[in-house]
């Protein structure tokens, strides 16, 4: 009888197949993410012409909670970290945040388990309070520093 060494057994086929099938959707989201940051990471947003205005900042002035985002990323993907907070600190916040939650969804995947955050109608609300008061402190004289 020959043993064919590259034949793996079926049960290990089955784990492998189901591993792949459990963790698609968060690594496809984190390639998603990816491709995105490598994109801005090669087209400048400092750069006049390669991306839109921000509607609201252009027909009011006033800055919103995603103004400087493209260039807080720009930066980061280059590793200014200073210079990523400079441009939009929260979304340097969102950026470590989705870090957090992709890496326990993929784990909590790989086991067979769902993500479960349990966010309930208080977490939601101080998030938008976070958002909010950001948005208003960059808007005031005070918050220059957080203006992109």
């Keep these: 009888m020959t043993v064919d060494p590259t034949h793996t057994a079926p049960a290990a086929d089955t784990a492998r197949s189901g591993l792949l099938r459990r963790t698609a959707v968060p690594l496809g989201i984190l390639g998603g993410v990816a491709a995105a940051f490598v994109y801005v990471g090669a087209v400048d947003p400092n750069e006049a012409g390669h991306y839109p205005a921000c509607p609201l900042l252009r027909t009011t002035g006033v800055y919103c909670p995603g103004c400087g985002g493209l260039r807080s990323a720009h930066a980061f993907v280059h590793g200014d970290l200073s210079g990523a ?34 966010l309930g109608r208080v977490h939601l609300w101080a998030l938008g309070a976070v958002v909010l008061a950001f948005t208003v402190v960059r808007n ?8 992109p």
């Design 140 to 147: 005031l004289p005070m918050g220059g520093f957080l203006r």
């Design 85 to 118: 907070l400079g441009a939009n600190a929260l979304a340097v916040a969102g950026y470590a945040l989705f870090a957090v939650v992709w890496a326990v969804w993929a784990i909590r995947a790989a086991r067979g388990r769902p993500l479960g955050l349990g």
